[in-house]
């Protein structure tokens, strides 16, 4: 259980998956089971919030993971956008069909065939996943940032925020009101007001100029979270710095699109 206390998981975590069966030797919230990220880190609050951190999946299936089921007890009742996290958490859950009498095993993504050899471990070491969404979710959590702007955060991440082409798909706006509020033709996403617009681009560019490092904007922002916590190196404590300069530049990016467009003010890059 190596790293979980920091910015991702450990080599050797990060390699491994269960493989489940009847669900009795699996932990349901720090084995990586379903999908390639445990969930106490895709799921990082609702882990906080429970009661029992080390049941397993067979204890959680017996009690119920459905909506409303005994497997969820939680140390308070949650919060709306928690709640919101713990249908997604549901639903992943959904098509999960346990196997009687058939025991879980581990299985080394690297070498599926052969199993843990130095030479994978060796390439898993060498080589560096340049995409990790899925990681994204957890790293909005960060015990020197206020609640709401990690709330903020994992709103963006999951593009749930209001920003004006989200507001026309759930009907809000009409499609005209749809345009970016610098007025150049593209739609307001979230992925082109905090990555391709061309006036808070410039901060990325400063920004990475400060710190004193280089690499190319991702695409998406997930991805662009990624990339720049890790940019300096995998040493936890510089990571967890990385982490704070992205939330805290995303904040500010938010909070300056609102007084230009409630406004009609704003703030110069510098």
């Known amino acids: ?5 920091g910015v991702g998981g450990g080599w050797f975590q990060e390699g491994v998956s269960q493989l489940v069966g009847d669900g009795a030797d699996t932990l349901f919230w720090h084995d990586a089971w379903l999908g390639a ?13 429970a009661v029992d ?8 299936f017996s009690r119920g993971w459905e909506d409303g089921g005994e497997g969820w007890r939680w ?19 959904r098509n999960v069909c346990l196997q009687i009498n058939v025991k879980d095993t581990w299985k080394w993504h690297m070498d599926t065939s052969a199993g843990y050899t130095v030479r994978s471990a060796y390439q898993l070491l060498t080589t560096q996943d340049t995409s990790h969404v899925e990681g994204a979710d957890a790293l909005v959590w960060h015990k020197h940032v206020p609640l709401k702007v990690s709330i903020f955060a994992w709103r963006l991440v999951k593009n749930r925020l209001p920003t004006q082409a989200n507001l026309v798909h759930r009907g809000i706006l009409s499609d005209a009101g749809a345009g970016c509020l610098c007025g150049c033709g593209n739609t307001e996403t979230s992925q082109h007001l905090f990555i391709s617009f061309d006036f808070y681009s410039t901060l990325w560019s400063q920004v990475r100029s400060w710190l004193g490092v280089s690499g190319p904007d991702s695409f998406t922002v997930p991805d662009h979270f990624y990339q720049l916590t ?12 990385m982490q704070l300069v992205w939330l805290i530049s ?11 467009l409630f406004n009609n003010l704003g703030s110069s890059i510098d």
């Open 1 to 5: 259980m190596d790293g979980l206390g």
């Open 37 to 49: 990220v445990p969930f106490c880190v895709r799921f990082r609050r609702l882990f906080e919030l």
């Open 53 to 60: 951190k080390s049941t397993m999946v067979a204890q959680m």
């Open 75 to 93: 140390r308070r009742r949650l919060w709306v956008w928690e709640e919101e996290m713990l249908r997604e958490c549901i639903i992943l859950l």
């Open 230 to 241: 890790h940019s300096a190196g995998g040493r936890r404590a510089k990571c967890s710095f």
């Open 250 to 260: 995303v904040w500010i990016i938010w909070n300056d699109r609102n007084q230009r």
